[in-house]
């Protein structure tokens, strides 16, 4: 009689230790999806970030010439003052297209690297849904 009940105990705890694996699984898929979300709102965002800093940059170099311009004349007309202000203002353009040049390049180096993640999560959500598909055959 003790050997039946013995026999009972060891088939039900084997019958439910897959049933337990698999629903401790089933729990993995979420964070993986929820990590694909985000790393897809990071690379859009690197995006747009990448696209305003070019703007900026463009936006830059417009002021960079325009001030050029404004050299020219004040130089032209004799008005020193104004020529050295507009100087003082071109170095600031400069620096500025400097500024943007750099968070521009950060901002393609983090949107790689944003992709990069992606593609790890995806991955890691596509080989966790083959295992559970492997771990209820």
């Known amino acids: 009689m003790r050997r039946h009940i013995a026999l009972f105990a060891v088939l039900a705890l084997a019958v439910s230790v897959p049933a337990v694996l698999s629903a401790q699984d089933s729990g993995g898929a979420k ?6 979300r985000h790393d ?3 690379v859009r ?3 747009k970030d990448i696209h305003q800093d070019t703007k900026d940059i463009h ?3 417009k002021d960079v010439r325009d001030d ?5 004349e004040d130089v032209k007309n004799g008005d020193l003052k ?13 620096r500025d297209i400097r500024k ?4 521009r390049r950060h901002d393609v180096r983090d949107a790689h690297r944003d992709r990069k993640d992606l593609r790890q999560d995806r991955q890691d959500l596509h080989e966790d849904k083959h295992e559970t598909k492997d771990s209820t055959k």
């Open 40 to 42: 897809r709102r990071d």
């Open 31 to 36: 964070p993986d999806r929820k990590d694909v």
């Open 45 to 47: 965002r690197a995006r």
């Open 59 to 61: 936006q830059d170099r």
């Open 100 to 103: 943007d040049r750099r968070d």
């Open 68 to 72: 050029r311009k404004d050299i020219r």
């Open 82 to 94: 104004d020529a050295r202000q507009d100087r003082k203002d071109l170095r600031q353009d400069r």
